[in-house]
């Protein structure tokens, strides 16, 4: 490819908006455009290396059987309609399915580029299985081949459990560790766990048991939170009872839109695990509910009770029923109650573990401190549950013929921020530092001005001679100065550099520098292609 007749073109200044070092260079080098609204915009570079990361993970998903199809929208709803039209039989499982999509969020981060824009190139893998041992190796053999490429080009990731989300039963996440991601991990330094913190558990100490004494109002002006309270009272947080009104937003296709209203009650020096909400209701979404709702179920903002509600679903946190004498609100404004017990004073609807781990809690393991882990979540994977496959019809014949629901894993890896975390992992002061894997072209072929074309000619002969070994390069015959050619060389950032110019002639051949290197060395031309050869090998 020649430079002039490359699209993009290299820039001086940085486009605004990006604050970081990589996503800078990645926008000044050509590799992406930002645009309005959050997205952005894969240029030829860019589009070049994720077709060439792509190109490396399809070839070991072909490998374990995969296929390739191609459809748009969402995965789970394209999957299923292609599922129920073709999948009959239990011979055609294990399958393995993959696509490449362009999705758009709902939101972006600025300052983060392709970390956190809101249209992003994606690789989704669709394994659909019967849960055999086969199957289980499988699923060995699918993560390899996914997160073995990350590996080989350096991304170090974390991974953890993951929020599996409604109709999941499992997930599991791999982030690429930075201060400015926008997921987080919850980790054990001493024995290894690691989960998201909507999935994550936490080590709970037994409350000591104690006799449950008559429920008191109290008068506590001006308290509506939990801190307010716990000053007012001279208690620990932990000795109230801690109410959160939200809204469950329903969507099934097949019947009209419909909300509930939910209480959930957790310990008061706890925080609601709406994730946990989220998985436990089935629900689409999740919103705060409205002072009409909440008023309308015998509660009053800032001082709601579970006591004496109507007409919504309460759901207590695991810890409740085992805490004796807690202070709840009163459902009236300027008033608390004392001594209010689970079971006795008012019951659920679900008792479930609905409280948010945190860092400095106990390892659900070992009980060591749990701290966070913050970056970028590059591949996540979620085994969906049977009622799901259920829900929509997914099922296979076994070999007596009886109709069983299709087990489903489904891999998602983000492409466009994968290409974003590179460029932050492999860069310094003057540009891009692209490893050998990654780069679109490998080598980038710099031509010097020369005044009788000598340089020109040789450089040109250069070209054809390594692509007629398989290796393209990315020349710049440009009539620019040496500096602007060799700065914008080293934004770009291709692993190789050959200088052709009348001094490197003069010294038997070409220069030929790896990207990083202080010196270069004049390779004679008939050892151009096997010395290059060898570079790419190391």
């Given at each position: 490819?020649?430079?002039?007749?490359?699209?993009?073109?290299?820039?001086?200044?940085?486009?605004?908006?990006?604050?970081?070092?990589?996503q800078q260079f990645l926008a000044r080098a050509g590799y992406f455009q930002p645009l309005s609204g959050g997205r952005a915009a894969?240029?030829?570079?860019?589009?070049?290396?994720?077709?060439?990361?792509?190109?490396?993970?399809?070839?070991?998903?072909?490998?374990?059987?995969?296929?390739?199809?191609?459809?748009?929208?969402?995965?789970?709803?394209?999957?299923?309609?292609?599922?129920?039209?073709?999948?009959?039989?239990?011979?055609?499982?294990?399958?393995?399915?993959?696509?490449?999509?362009?999705?758009?969020?709902?939101?972006?981060?600025?300052?983060?580029?392709?970390?956190?824009?809101?249209?992003?190139?994606?690789?989704?893998v669709f394994h659909l299985n019967n849960a055999s041992d086969e199957t289980k190796k499988l699923s060995e053999d699918l993560s390899?081949?996914?997160?073995?490429?990350?590996?080989?080009?350096?991304?170090?990731?974390?991974?953890?459990?993951?929020?599996?989300?409604?109709?999941?039963?499992?997930?599991?996440?791999?982030?690429?560790?930075?201060?400015?991601?926008?997921?987080?991990?919850?980790?054990?330094?001493?024995?290894?766990?690691?989960?998201?913190?909507?999935?994550?558990?936490?080590?709970?100490?037994?409350?000591?048991?104690?006799?449950?004494?008559?429920?008191?109002?109290?008068?506590?002006?001006?308290?509506?939170?939990?801190?307010?309270?716990?000053?007012?009272?001279?208690?620990?947080?932990?000795?109230?009872?801690?109410?959160?009104?939200?809204?469950?937003?329903?969507?099934?296709?097949?019947?009209?839109?419909?909300?509930?209203?939910?209480?959930?009650?957790?310990?008061?020096?706890?925080?609601?695990?709406?994730?946990?909400?989220?998985?436990?209701?089935?629900?689409?979404?999740?919103?705060?509910?409205?002072?009409?709702?909440?008023?309308?179920?015998?509660?009053?903002?800032g001082y709601a009770s579970p006591v004496g509600l109507k007409n919504v679903r309460v759901i207590v946190d695991s810890e409740i029923?085992?805490?004796?004498?807690?202070?709840?609100?009163?459902?009236?404004?300027?008033?608390?109650?004392?001594?209010?017990?689970?079971?006795?004073?008012?019951?659920?609807?679900?008792?479930?573990?609905?409280?948010?781990?945190?860092?400095?809690?106990?390892?659900?393991?070992?009980?060591?401190?749990?701290?966070?882990?913050?970056?970028?979540?590059?591949?996540?994977?979620?085994?969906?549950?049977?009622?799901?496959?259920?829900?929509?019809?997914?099922?296979?014949?076994?070999?007596?013929?009886?109709?069983?629901?299709?087990?489903?894993?489904?891999?998602?890896?983000?492409?466009?921020?994968?290409?974003?975390?590179?460029?932050?992992?492999?860069?310094?002061?003057?540009?891009?530092?692209?490893?050998?894997?990654?780069?679109?072209?490998?080598?980038?072929?710099?031509?010097?001005?020369?005044?009788?074309?000598?340089?020109?000619?040789?450089?040109?002969?250069?070209?054809?001679?390594?692509?007629?070994?398989?290796?393209?390069?990315?020349?710049?015959?440009?009539?620019?100065?040496?500096?602007?050619?060799?700065?914008?060389?080293?934004?770009?950032?291709?692993?190789?550099?050959?200088?052709?110019?009348?001094?490197?002639?003069?010294?038997?051949?070409?220069?030929?520098?790896?990207?990083?290197?202080?010196?270069?060395?004049?390779?004679?031309?008939?050892?151009?292609?096997?010395?290059?050869?060898?570079?790419?090998?190391?």
């Amino acid at each position: 490819m020649r430079l002039d007749r490359l699209f993009t073109r290299t820039q001086r200044e940085t486009p605004a908006g990006l604050d970081l070092p990589g996503q800078q260079f990645l926008a000044r080098a050509g590799y992406f455009q930002p645009l309005s609204g959050g997205r952005a915009a894969l240029l030829p570079l860019g589009k070049l290396v994720i077709d060439r990361l792509t190109g490396k993970i399809a070839a070991g998903l072909q490998e374990l059987g995969g296929m390739e199809v191609n459809f748009a929208g969402d995965g789970l709803g394209g999957l299923s309609e292609i599922c129920r039209a073709h999948l009959r039989s239990h011979r055609q499982l294990p399958t393995l399915l993959y696509r490449r999509a362009l999705l758009e969020g709902e939101t972006a981060r600025r300052g983060n580029g392709l970390l956190s824009a809101r249209s992003r190139e994606v690789l989704e893998v669709f394994h659909l299985n019967n849960a055999s041992d086969e199957t289980k190796k499988l699923s060995e053999d699918l993560s390899m081949a996914l997160l073995g490429p990350l590996a080989a080009l350096g991304a170090p990731l974390q991974g953890g459990l993951g929020d599996c989300g409604p109709g999941g039963e499992s997930a599991h996440d791999w982030l690429w560790a930075h201060p400015a991601g926008d997921e987080s991990l919850l980790c054990c330094a001493n024995c290894g766990y690691a989960a998201a913190p909507g999935a994550a558990a936490f080590g709970r100490t037994p409350a000591e048991p104690e006799a449950a004494l008559p429920v008191e109002k109290v008068a506590t002006p001006e308290c509506k939170t939990i801190a307010e309270l716990a000053r007012f009272l001279q208690i620990s947080g932990s000795r109230t009872a801690k109410a959160v009104f939200l809204t469950a937003l329903f969507n099934n296709p097949d019947q009209p839109p419909r909300e509930e209203l939910i209480f959930a009650v957790v310990r008061g020096d706890r925080e609601v695990n709406e994730a946990a909400l989220h998985r436990l209701t089935g629900c689409d979404r999740l919103l705060p509910a409205g002072e009409e709702s909440i008023r309308a179920c015998g509660a009053v903002p800032g001082y709601a009770s579970p006591v004496g509600l109507k007409n919504v679903r309460v759901i207590v946190d695991s810890e409740i029923p085992a805490s004796s004498n807690l202070v709840s609100g009163a459902n009236a404004a300027g008033y608390h109650l004392l001594n209010v017990n689970f079971g006795r004073d008012y019951n659920a609807d679900l008792i479930a573990d609905i409280a948010l781990a945190q860092p400095g809690m106990p390892c659900p393991e070992c009980g060591a401190s749990l701290s966070t882990h913050t970056g970028f979540n590059l591949v996540s994977s979620r085994r969906m549950s049977t009622d799901f496959a259920l829900a929509r019809e997914l099922s296979y014949l076994d070999e007596n013929s009886h109709p069983l629901p299709l087990r489903l894993e489904i891999y998602h890896m983000d492409l466009s921020r994968l290409l974003g975390c590179l460029a932050e992992l492999n860069h310094d002061t003057f540009g891009l530092r692209l490893p050998d894997g990654a780069a679109p072209y490998p080598i980038h072929l710099v031509i010097l001005p020369s005044k009788d074309g000598s340089a020109l000619a040789a450089g040109l002969s250069v070209e054809t001679t390594l692509k007629a070994a398989g290796l393209e390069a990315l020349t710049d015959e440009r009539a620019e100065s040496p500096g602007v050619k060799f700065n914008d060389a080293d934004l770009i950032g291709l692993p190789l550099r050959i200088t052709v110019g009348e001094r490197s002639l003069r010294q038997g051949g070409v220069e030929l520098r790896r990207r990083g290197e202080a010196q270069g060395r004049i390779v004679p031309m008939e050892e151009v292609v096997i010395t290059v050869q060898a570079e790419l090998r190391a």
